[in-house]
């Protein structure tokens, strides 16, 4: 993402979205990495309508056009929010920081969160006392083998890149190299096959069983 002055060079590591809503109206924002300095020493709404402003008039995405206010909030992710489980409460999805830290993705993870809550309030309906709790809290421990090593990854990985020498380098020596992109690619939308992949793959799952899970 482009600072607002295109006679700048710098980069923002973040993005922008403009997803149709099908009623004929779009949700548009933009996303700045917590790790960057440039979080919270940007004007957001500045920025997104210089970036809108810069868009074809004829998308419509002027100040008049505007159906609602301009909002924010925080993706919660890398398992920033825990304990998962307290007595009386399971934490899932972005209740749980569960987005994705490589890329901010978190549709898939509220659901996996989800079915494994689910799975062990099964369990604990079916048992009493002291072992219905234990199954309960088995959620954390079973969050953090799934997820754990993973996001621990990932969270390195969005403090790394938050750094703009790193974000340079890497733009300028990793992305013209198709197959390390692809290794990335695998690495960051989480598509790695840690069981008969390639050996990318193999190379992640090492990784992910090296890390000391979150
Ligand atoms: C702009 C934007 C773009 C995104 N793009 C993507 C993407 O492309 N891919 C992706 O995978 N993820 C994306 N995400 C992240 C993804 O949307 C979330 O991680 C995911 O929706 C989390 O699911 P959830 O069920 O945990 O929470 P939510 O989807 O937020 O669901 C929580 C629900 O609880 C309701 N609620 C809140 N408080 C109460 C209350 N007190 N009583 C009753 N109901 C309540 C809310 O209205 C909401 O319906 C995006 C997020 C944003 C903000």
Redo the contacts with the bound molecule.
Sequence with gaps: MGRSDPADPKLLPGYG?I?GMGDGTS?V?LGILSTSKAYGNTDYRALLKSWLDGTPAEWGYRDENAVGTVGG?A?PMGFNRTPHYRPGLLL????GG??NPFN???????MES?AIAAHCAVQAHARSGASAEAALAGYPVAMSEALGSYYRIGNLFSKLIGNPTIMGMATKYGLPRTTLMRFILKLLANLYDPKDGAVSDRVITAMTRLTPSL
Excluded: H, R
């Excluded at 899932?92 to 209740?95: I, P, T």
């Excluded at 901010?104 to 509220?110: P, R, S, T, V």
């Design positions: 979205w997803f949700n924002g909030a993706l899932v999805g972005d209740a569960t987005v901010g993705e978190g549709i898939a993870y509220a989800a």
